[in-house]
């Protein structure tokens, strides 16, 4: 098993700096690491080039044009450079605890994708964080919500995260996981979804359509997420309608996905 790290970002470089001081720490690290960016400037390039030089895994640069919010498409550009069996895709703003990716390996199973929560931190907190980086526990005074998903029990998680739930309700991919083939299998995520809104969602949503069921990952796998201003909701509306239309049509495949950069070779 192989396993691809594919991480979102947009202009956050001092963001993706300490997230990818938290991956290269891992316990076990990921085989590949992949930047989908979605249209940064050079300085979040200077950030990735650090890193490569840092690390013998491959850090892979995947960009697109700044076109406005298009983040269904560029996991989707990213997702199309991975040659690895298993992706986690995360965010960004997600500082990974030290055992991280080998939750999800641990949780990883066939006909399965895995969702994992995140612990808010403050902006206090954030601010540290970024300027001089350190260790997070559940005791720490800068976490603003989900102190109890910072509690990492490996025995616990195996108890309880083998609940088979067929809802997309607070599924987000700042911390998902599932089986490359699977995401081939629906097209990836649907271009279509331009802006903020519940592409992420509809994507697990076509995964359970198509027959993968979902695991909610507890007391393991656990991201700290960095304070930022909520982005513009000015195309929720329009999101919103194309996840319905998936709900509808019990749909397992999107026509503007992942094709697209199978035809291009973008």
């Not at 085989?31 to 990735?48: N, R």
């Amino acid at each position: 098993m192989t396993v691809s790290l594919i991480i979102t970002t947009y202009n956050w470089p001092k963001a993706l700096d300490r997230v990818l001081k938290s991956t290269l720490i891992q316990s076990i690290k990921p085989d590949e690491i992949i930047i989908a960016d979605d249209g940064s400037s050079e300085t979040t390039k200077h950030v990735i080039d650090k890193y490569r030089a840092q690390t013998c895994i491959s850090v892979i640069h995947s960009w697109q044009e700044d076109k406005g919010f298009r983040a269904a498409r560029s996991r989707n550009k990213a997702i199309s450079k991975s040659s690895m069996d298993y992706i986690i895709l995360i965010d960004g703003d997600m500082v990974l605890e030290r055992h991280f990716i080998a939750d999800h390996i641990t949780h990883s199973e066939s006909g399965f994708f895995s969702v994992g929560k995140r612990v808010r931190l403050s902006e206090n907190m954030t601010s540290k964080q970024l300027s001089l980086p350190c260790e997070i526990s559940p005791f720490s005074k800068g976490i603003s919500r989900g102190r109890e998903h910072s509690i990492r029990l490996p025995f616990v998680s195996k108890l309880f995260s083998k609940t088979q739930i067929n809802s997309v309700n607070s599924i987000q991919s700042c911390n998902i996981a599932f089986w490359k083939h699977d995401a081939i299998n629906i097209n990836g995520f649907n271009n279509d979804f331009i802006g903020w809104g519940p592409e992420d969602q509809e994507f697990a949503l076509r995964l359970l359509n198509n027959g993968i069921l979902r695991k909610n990952i507890k007391f393991s796998a656990i991201a700290f997420h960095l304070h930022h201003k909520e982005n513009s909701k000015g195309m929720l509306k329009v999101n919103t309608n194309i996840f319905k239309r998936c709900q509808a049509k019990k749909a397992n495949w999107c026509k503007n996905g992942l094709n697209e950069f199978s035809k291009t070779k973008s």
